[in-house]
C-alpha cells in the first residue's frame, strides 16, 4: 500500500458494499493534504461483498416529505415521519337519516399524509445503512399541516 510508502501507519480498516470496484477509499482520516499529528490514517473502503444490502445514507435534510419518503423506499429503508400530522382529524358528520329512503353509509375517513420539509433524519447521513432499516425523518413548522389523500368519489345508489 502506498500508506507504507509514505511512512504511515495503518490505523482502522473499514469495509462497506458500495457499487463499482472493490478496495476504492471512500473516506479516510484524515484527509487527504491534511497536516497529521500522528502518522496514522483510518481508511473506509469499498467491497462487493453485501454491495446489495449496505450503503451510505444519504441526507433527506431539506427535501420535501414527498421527496424524501420515495427517495428513502427506492432505497429499501422504512420511513417513519415525526410531526407534520394533526393530532386528530375531525370525523365527517354523520348523514341525516330520511325515512323510507336507504341509508348510505359515510364514506370512510381519507388517510392522512404528513407534508413539509425534512428539518432532521436519524440516523444522520453518512451512517452505514441497509435494506430495511428504518430512517425517522423529522417535519419542519412548516410540516404542522397535513394534506389529505382524497380518494375517488364513490359512485351514488341507484334507486329501485
Known sequence: MEIRKMQLDL????????PG??????AQTPPPNAGVD?????????S???ASSAFVLPSFVGMSFGAAN?????LGLKVAAIGGVPAAVPAPAPAPVVPGQPVVPAAPAAPVVPSGVVTEQSPESG??????????LTL???GAAAVPVVPAAAPAPVAH
Not at 490505523?11 to 458500495?18: F, Q, S
Not at 500522528?38 to 469499498?46: E, F, G, I, T
Request: charged share 20%; glycine share 12%; net charge positive.
Open 127 to 136: 451512517f452505514k445503512a441497509s435494506r430495511g432499516d428504518v430512517v425517522r
Open 70 to 74: 420515495r427517495a428513502a423506499i427506492g
Open 21 to 26: 470496484d472493490a478496495e476504492m477509499t471512500l
Open 38 to 46: 500522528q502518522p496514522r490514517v483510518n481508511l473506509l473502503l469499498s
Open 11 to 18: 490505523g482502522t480498516l473499514a469495509h462497506i458494499g458500495a
Open 48 to 50: 462487493s461483498v453485501n
Open 140 to 142: 419542519g413548522a412548516a
